[in-house]
């Protein structure tokens, strides 16, 4: 029996992502620096210029953006966007748009690590507060991350780095069921249709191709203030 799967093609998901303009301390302008604990996450540059700084325990990298560049990170890689030209990106995320979805740390200094809630309180922007208010919080947790990214950078060797990723994942690991069900009903389901299709196939049987059908999806919310930017997000399947 072929498994059921309805999302897009291998459990990704995407956004639209128009890159902050905000400057910051350095004098660049750009996004929050976090990670990802679980997921890869992939860029597709579609406008603009710009660059990813990248941290990992490999060292520190730069990758220029322009339109046209497809990049992507495995997870643990620190990335913070910066925004040097209208910088627009459409973001592929594995695992049913997981890493919008609550795979994702930022590096903000480690007394706002300790427990889910005190990061929480820190991170947390109420959708239904005003536009400005929005603004502003989105901006300030940007600011207080890029005060962590910065004691990262610097640090002289690896512990900081370690250490900051043991305080990510015991702040996720209250959410590790939710995380490992979504993968079941996404990317999981997604390869075990594809090995159905093929089961089927080696058999002669393309009973499976009667079933073709097309989905189309228009953003189900528009400009949300996300990690690195202004987000149009499109439903998560499945």
Request: with cysteine; proline share 7%.
């Amino acid at each position: 029996m072929v498994s059921a799967y309805g999302g897009l093609p291998g459990g990704v998901a995407v956004s639209r992502l128009c890159v902050y303009d905000w400057p910051a301390a350095d004098g660049l302008r750009g996004g929050t620096p976090h990670l990802h604990l679980a997921c890869s996450e992939g860029y597709v540059v579609t406008g603009g210029t710009g660059a990813v700084q990248t941290l990992t325990a490999s060292g520190y990298a730069v990758t220029p953006l322009e339109a046209g560049t497809v990049a992507w990170f495995t997870p643990g890689t620190v990335h913070r966007l910066v925004n040097e030209d209208e910088l627009r990106i459409t973001v592929l995320m594995q695992n049913s748009g997981l890493p919008e979805a609550g795979d994702a740390v930022l590096t903000l200094p480690p007394q706002y690590l300790a427990d889910p809630e005190t990061y929480a309180a820190a991170t947390t922007i109420p959708a239904d507060a005003p536009e400005e208010e929005r603004e502003r919080m989105a901006r300030a947790r940007r600011d207080l991350a890029l005060a962590g990214y910065r004691a990262l950078r610097e640090a002289s060797g690896p512990e900081a780095l370690a250490a900051f990723h043991r305080a990510a994942a015991a702040l996720v690991q209250p959410r590790l069921a939710e995380w490992r069900e979504r993968w079941r009903r996404g990317a999981r389901a997604a390869a075990e249709a594809t090995g159905g299709h093929l089961d089927r196939l080696e058999r002669g049987d393309v009973s499976h191709l009667a079933d073709a059908v097309v989905r189309a999806e228009q953003p189900s919310a528009r400009g949300r203030f996300g990690m690195c930017g202004r987000l149009d997000v499109y439903p998560a399947q499945p």
